[in-house]
């Protein structure tokens, strides 16, 4: 049983910068890759960027370029850091290992 803990989010101007955090426990917990998922109202969850155990990355076409995914083995946590955020990136972000999902957290981007 893996469980996923996250931090961060909040409300920013667009072109600002958010930092999200998600903390994995659990036995099985260093074994998996680490993904982010976001919903936004209305719309379906969708990937945003992924991290393997050996640090390969993945992002969506959309966040290209402005979010990072990074992952730290020793605390066994995950950050997604957002910079030129836009105001479609306003949505729920969820943190993912294997089966297990967060609780989620808001970002909105606004003026």
């Known amino acids: 049983q893996v469980q996923l803990v996250e931090s961060g989010g909040g409300s920013v101007q667009p072109g600002g910068s958010l930092r999200l955090s998600c903390a994995a426990s659990?036995?099985?917990?260093?074994?998996?890759?680490m993904a982010w998922y976001r919903q936004a109202p209305g719309k379906q969850r969708e990937f945003v960027a992924s991290?393997?155990?050996?640090?390969?990355?993945n992002y969506a076409d959309s966040v290209k370029g402005r979010f990072t995914i990074s992952r730290d083995g020793a605390k066994n946590t995950v950050i997604l850091q957002m910079n030129s955020l836009k105001p479609d990136d306003t949505a729920v972000y969820y943190c993912?290992?294997?089966?297990?999902w967060g609780q989620g957290t808001q970002v909105t981007v606004s003026s």
């Open positions: 993912q290992m294997f089966l297990s």
């Open positions: 659990g036995s099985m917990s260093r074994l998996y890759s």
């Open positions: 991290v393997t155990v050996g640090n390969m990355t």
